[in-house]
């Protein structure tokens, strides 16, 4: 079974330039989240979705955050304008319907510049 | 208080020896719980889960739960370099959200 596929893998960019992140989940796993990870730290949840609708978009900072879903399957994950204090570890993630298990991306590592 | 709770480490044991990491949650509403390894560099890689008091064992993984003391353990038996990591805690309170601990990380050398 192929994991959840996350694109691309490094990204660096310079402050004020826009950014997007694409994640595709596990095949028949509705729901999917976004986490952000800094240094030594543990992920931090941004957005959940079940299926195409957020139901948790609580800790996403919609002024420059903005996520979609379209047909329940992959996601994307933009922010506008990046700033300084983004760069960090942008994991996708994906749990089925039966189970509270989540199994993460590979990620994409941002770095603002 | 931290919603969940590790040691950060370094935890460093010899190889062959029983790794004990241990974390605790402030949400006594919380049902599930979740321990992840995580490489350096890599993504977290689900391990252990946990939904009741006791036990649960899985090859050299042993997940331990007290909800009444709000503490969740994770005990690796016969540790190997390879285990050498860092391992997250995660627990789903009442808000329906996976909180994850900060990570204890686990030398193990030869």
């Known amino acids: 079974e192929a994991g959840v596929v996350q694109s691309p893998r490094y990204k660096i960019i310079e402050k004020k330039q826009p950014v997007a992140f694409w994640c595709n989940p596990i095949?028949?796993?509705?729901?999917l989240y976004w986490y952000l990870q800094n240094l030594g730290q543990g992920p931090e949840l941004l957005i959940r979705y079940e299926n195409e609708e957020a139901v948790d978009d609580s800790q996403l900072p919609k002024d420059r955050f903005s996520a979609e879903r379209l047909k329940g399957v992959d996601s994307t994950l933009k922010i506008q304008p990046a700033e300084l204090g983004d760069s960090a570890v942008y994991l996708c993630?994906?749990?089925?319907?039966?189970?509270?298990?989540?199994?993460f991306g590979p990620g994409t590592r941002l770095t603002v510049l | 208080q931290k919603e969940v709770e590790q040691n950060s480490g370094p935890l460093s044991v010899p190889e062959g020896a029983i790794a004990s990491l241990n974390c605790t949650y402030s949400d006594r509403g919380s049902q599930s719980f979740f321990w992840y390894r995580q490489y350096s560099g890599k993504s977290p890689e689900l391990i252990m889960s946990?939904?009741?008091?006791g036990d649960k064992e899985d090859g050299r993984f042993t997940a331990q739960l007290n909800k009444a003391s709000q503490y969740v353990s994770l005990l690796i038996r016969d540790s190997q370099p390879s285990d050498s990591a860092t391992y997250l805690c995660a627990v789903k309170g009442g808000t329906d959200k996976l909180i994850f601990g900060t990570g204890t990380r686990l030398q193990v050398f030869p």
């Open positions: 946990i939904y009741s008091n």
């Open positions: 993630a994906s749990s089925p319907r039966t189970t509270n298990e989540q199994f």
């Open positions: 095949s028949g796993h509705n729901t």
